[in-house]
């Protein structure tokens, strides 16, 4: 019954920066890998970044180097921080986490994820 509830989305232009929240409740977020996926306006939803257990990150190489995924397991929340944004990062951010016990050789795919917030609206535009 864990509940994932993302934040911080908002308007923002190019060069700018935000950071996104991903608030659990229910039950403890820390023994779960958490992803970050954005739905892009007429496209498939895409994986952006993963964070394990552990703490350790991964991105997709169109926000490496610009994206940085972290978790705070006092607060239940898991982050992402967005810097030097683009028109191209617009999209609604969701995060998800893995609960259940299958095998997963990927985390980028939505199909590694079995719950899920309700996404909150990135808008990068000048």
């Known amino acids: 019954q864990l509940q994932l509830v993302e934040s911080g989305g908002g308007l923002v232009q190019p060069g700018g920066s935000l950071k996104l929240s991903c608030a659990a409740s229910g039950r403890p977020l820390a023994p779960y890998v958490v992803g970050w996926f954005r739905q892009v306006p007429g496209k498939e939803r895409e994986w952006v970044s993963y964070i394990t257990n552990s703490g350790q990150g991964n991105y997709q190489d169109s926000v490496k180097g610009r994206f940085t995924v972290s978790r705070d397991n006092a607060n239940n929340t898991v982050y992402l921080q967005m810097n030097v944004l683009s028109p191209e990062d617009t999209g609604v951010y969701y995060c998800?986490?893995?609960?259940?016990?299958?095998?997963?050789?990927?985390?980028?795919?939505?199909?590694?994820?079995?719950?899920w917030g309700q996404g909150t609206q990135v808008t990068v535009s000048s």
């Open positions: 998800a986490a893995k609960t259940g016990r299958w095998y997963v050789t990927t985390w980028s795919r939505t199909q590694d994820y079995d719950r």
